[in-house]
T-cell receptor, first 114, second 116 residues
């Protein structure tokens, strides 16, 4: 079935370090891909998205590129801040049949230390 | 503009008791979702509404779970009776409408349920 796999956390980095959180997916169709972020005590927020192969989503210094050949959507940021500490979820949504249904990975906790 | 509102934020009950969660979506959002999030896991869809109609409830355990969305606005998710394994966070989300699978979903803060 359709699924998303993320690298296990927690990921602990020092401020200004480079961040990569790996995400790979399995899907029967042509999904849209998303990164959501969950700050402590808050609901999930959409961070960025890509709807077709080779698209790059970006927001708040974060980037992810939809790689169909490797079925991946890795999240990157060049210089993390303490305020980026949160749980990050990779997700996919199928374009037909289950439109709007999000399938999430298990989440990756990021801890950024000053 | 107010986001998705959920209540209560926390609920502790004894097993076999009933419990209900309430969600008020963003004004004008036709699509409403209930997700279940177990500790250390990503959310999993329980049910999706398009206006008043439940269009995807395949993952809802219908022996003990029920949901309704009267008038196509607010929604209630109920568990009766609750079991220990139901302890989790119940998330509500809404969107303008599922178009092309890339429609953004806005999430509420969730209700954390503890069953003792």
């Amino acid at each position: 079935g359709d699924s998303v796999t993320q690298m296990e956390g927690p990921v602990t980095l020092s401020e200004e370090a480079f961040l990569t959180i790996n995400c790979t997916y399995t899907a029967t169709g042509y999904p849209s891909l998303f990164w959501y972020v969950q700050y402590p005590g808050e609901g999930l927020q959409l961070l960025l998205k890509a709807t077709k192969a080779d698209d790059k989503g970006s927001n708040k210094g974060f980037e992810a590129t939809y790689r169909k050949e490797t079925t991946s959507f890795h999240l990157e940021k060049g210089s993390v801040q303490v305020s980026d500490s949160a749980v990050y979820f990779c997700a996919l949504s199928l374009l037909s049949g289950n439109t709007g249904k999000l399938i999430f990975g298990q989440g990756t906790t990021l801890q950024v230390k000053p | 503009e107010a986001g998705v509102v959920q209540s209560p934020r926390y609920k502790i009950i004894e097993k076999k008791q009933p419990v209900a969660f309430w969600c008020n979506p963003i004004s004008g959002h036709n699509t409403l979702y209930w997700y279940l999030q177990n500790l250390g896991q990503g959310p999993e869809l329980l049910i999706r509404y398009e206006n008043e109609e439940a269009v995807d409830d395949s993952q809802l355990p219908k022996d003990r779970f029920s949901a309704e969305r009267l008038k196509g606005v607010d929604s209630t998710l109920k568990i009766q009776p609750a079991e220990l394994g139901d302890s989790a966070v119940y998330l509500c989300a809404s969107s303008l409408g599922a178009v092309g699978g890339s429609e953004e979903q806005f999430f509420g803060p969730g209700t954390r349920l503890t069953v003792l």
